[in-house]
C-alpha cells in the first residue's frame, strides 16, 4: 500500500508540474493569439501593398485555407443582393484574372475601423475601390469589405471576408 | 501425311486471300483519327503521340492522323478510313451509347467522383460494356467540365435564360432538349464555329470546357460585363474508340488502363485553364439546390428519351450517393 503511494507520488509530481506547465502554455498561447490594432494596421498596409503589386501569391497566404468568404453582389434593376460563397483559390481567381486581362490597374482604400472582439480577434472594415480597362471598356467594382483577423501558426491571416460589393 | 499437309497450307493461303479474314496481325500498323483542335500542337495530340509509343510495345504500330473538325473524324472512321479515333464522348455516342453518356448533363459534379468512374470503366468486369457492334472504347480522357459562360451577367438565374440564344452542338439532341427546356432559343453550331459566335455576339451563351477559354479566346465573348458560372454542367471526356476485329485481343483494355494512368495528367492541364478564367462564380448561394435539381430533372428526361444509357446513368449515381450519401435522390429510385 504505500509503496503504491510513492509511486503515485512519484508520477504525480512530474504530472501535476506537466499540467502547470501546458496551462501557462495555453495562457501565453492566448495572448499571442489576440491580435492588436496595431498588428491589425501593419497588417493592413500589407494587404494594400499586396494588392497594388498584384501579387496573387501573396494574398493567397494573407487568407485562411478555410476562410469563411462570402460575397453579397449588387444586382441590376434593383434586384437583391445575390450571395456568393468562394472557396480562398476562387477568390484569389478573380483578383488574379482581373490583373491579368485588365490594364490601368487603379485601387483606393478608404479609412479602415478596427475593432477588437473579445476572442481575441479582430474587426476591419474598409472600403477598397479598383479601377481598370478591361477589354477597351471602363470598369470597375467597390468593395465594402469586413474583415476577421486572427492568427494561425502565429501569422496574422483572414479568418472571414464579407464583402459588399459592386462590379460595374 | 503429306497431301494433308498441303491441303492446309492451301487452306490457309485462301484464308489469307479472302477480304476481311485478315487478322490484326496481318498488317499490324493502325490509324488513327485524332480529333485536335489544335492540329499537332498541343493536348490531346501529345497524349496519343505518347500512347502511340506504349501501342507500339503492345505490338500495335499507329499512324495518327489529326482531324481539326470532328463530323469529319468521326465520319471517315465510320466509313473505316481509320482504324480508331479520338472523339469527344459526345461524338463518340453514337459508337458506344454506355461510354457516350458519361458527358450526361449534371452526370457528376466533381473531379474525384470523375476518377471514379473512370476507374469503374477500366476494370475488365466491365469490359462487356465498352463494346458496342463493331466498336469498342479503348480509353477515356478527361477534358473537364463543361461550364455556363455568359455575355451578361444580368443573365444571374435560370429564367433570365429564357429567349436569349445559346448555341447547342448540332450533333447533340441533349443539348437542344436542354435549350428548349430553360426557354432559351436553340442556335445550332459545332464544336469548331460555336466559340466565334459567342465572341461576335451570335449566341448569348454557350457551355464550353475551360480548355477551350484560352485558345479560342472565349473571354472576348464573355467580355467586362458577362460571367461564367462555376457549377458542372456536364462531365466532358474524351473517348478512344476503335474497331476492335483489327486490334488484337486484350489491346483494348491494356489501352484502357494505360489511359487511366494518364487521368491526373489530363487533370493538371484542366485546373490550370479553369485557374484562367476571368469573372468565375458560383451559383448563388441561394440557388444553388435548384440548379443541381434542374440539372438531375433534365438527366432524367434525357434518359427517359432514350439520350442516355440507364445503366451509365445507375453508375453515376452510385458515384454521387458514395461520395455524398446526403443527396435527396440517395433514397428514390428514379435513376
Known amino acids: 500500500m504505500t509503496g503504491n503511494k510513492q509511486r503515485h507520488m512519484r508520477w504525480r509530481t512530474p504530472l501535476a508540474w506537466l ?30 501593398s499586396v494588392l497594388a503589386e498584384q501579387a496573387a501569391d501573396r494574398l493567397t497566404a494573407l487568407i485562411a485555407e478555410d476562410a469563411e468568404l462570402r460575397i453579397a453582389l449588387q444586382q441590376p434593376d434593383n434586384e437583391p443582393d445575390q450571395l456568393f460563397t468562394l472557396p480562398r483559390h476562387r477568390f484569389v481567381q478573380h483578383r488574379r484574372t482581373l490583373w491579368h486581362f485588365g490594364r490601368e490597374v487603379r485601387q483606393q482604400f478608404d479609412t479602415p475601423r478596427y475593432t477588437p472582439q ?6 476591419l472594415q474598409a472600403t477598397e475601390t479598383e479601377r481598370h480597362r478591361l477589354f477597351g471598356q471602363d470598369t470597375g467594382q467597390r468593395n465594402e469589405i469586413t474583415l476577421t483577423l486572427g492568427r494561425r501558426d502565429g501569422d496574422i491571416v483572414i479568418l472571414t471576408l464579407h464583402s459588399n460589393s459592386q462590379l460595374w | 501425311m503429306t497431301r494433308n499437309l498441303i491441303v492446309a497450307l492451301a487452306l490457309t493461303l485462301a484464308l489469307a486471300l479472302v477480304p476481311g479474314s485478315r487478322t490484326a496481325y496481318a498488317n499490324p500498323t493502325r490509324t488513327v483519327c485524332v480529333f485536335s483542335l489544335t492540329g499537332v500542337h498541343g493536348e490531346p495530340f501529345d497524349t496519343l503521340r505518347d500512347f502511340a509509343l506504349t501501342s507500339r510495345q503492345l505490338g500495335v504500330p499507329l ?5 481539326t473538325n470532328e463530323r469529319i473524324a468521326a465520319e471517315d472512321f465510320q466509313a473505316g478510313q481509320c482504324d480508331a479515333a479520338l472523339l469527344t464522348g459526345m461524338r463518340a455516342r453514337q459508337f458506344n451509347p454506355f461510354t457516350g453518356s458519361v458527358d450526361a448533363i449534371g452526370g457528376l459534379q466533381d473531379y474525384d467522383g470523375l476518377e471514379m468512374l473512370f476507374s469503374a470503366l477500366a476494370r475488365p468486369e466491365l469490359s462487356t460494356h465498352m463494346r458496342h457492334g463493331p466498336y469498342e472504347v479503348a480509353g477515356l480522357l478527361p477534358l473537364g467540365a463543361a461550364y455556363i459562360f455568359l455575355n451578361d451577367r444580368r443573365i444571374n438565374n435560370v429564367s433570365k435564360m429564357a429567349g436569349k440564344r445559346l448555341a447547342v452542338l448540332e450533333h447533340d439532341p441533349a443539348q437542344q432538349m436542354m435549350a428548349l427546356r430553360i426557354g432559351a432559343q436553340p442556335v445550332s453550331a459545332d464544336v469548331s464555329n460555336f466559340a466565334n459566335r459567342f465572341n461576335n455576339g451570335a449566341v448569348d451563351v454557350i457551355a464550353a470546357p475551360a480548355a477551350a477559354y484560352m485558345p479560342l479566346e472565349i473571354y472576348r465573348g464573355v467580355g467586362a460585363h458577362g460571367a461564367v458560372v462555376d457549377l458542372p454542367v456536364a462531365q466532358l471526356s474524351l473517348q478512344l474508340v476503335l474497331r476492335h476485329e483489327r486490334f488484337p485481343p486484350g489491346y483494348a483494355q491494356q489501352a484502357r488502363e494505360y489511359f487511366l494512368e494518364q487521368f491526373p495528367r489530363a487533370m493538371r492541364l484542366v485546373y490550370a485553364a479553369e485557374d484562367d478564367i476571368l469573372f468565375f462564380f458560383p451559383p448563388p448561394d441561394a440557388d444553388r439546390y435548384a440548379y443541381d435539381q434542374l440539372l438531375d430533372e433534365a438527366r432524367i428526361a434525357l434518359t427517359e428519351a432514350g439520350h442516355y444509357d440507364p445503366l451509365m446513368m445507375r453508375l453515376m449515381k452510385r458515384v454521387r450517393c458514395t461520395r455524398q450519401p446526403d443527396r435527396a435522390e440517395c433514397t428514390d429510385d428514379r435513376e
Do not use: H, K, W
Open chain 1, 19 to 48: 499540467l502547470a506547465l501546458c496551462f501557462i502554455g495555453d495562457v501565453q498561447a492566448s495572448e499571442n493569439s489576440s491580435v492588436s490594432r496595431q498588428d491589425a494596421e501593419a497588417f493592413f498596409r500589407q494587404y494594400q
Open chain 1, 118 to 123: 473579445p476572442d481575441g480577434t479582430l474587426m
Open chain 2, 63 to 67: 499512324t495518327l492522323r489529326p482531324i
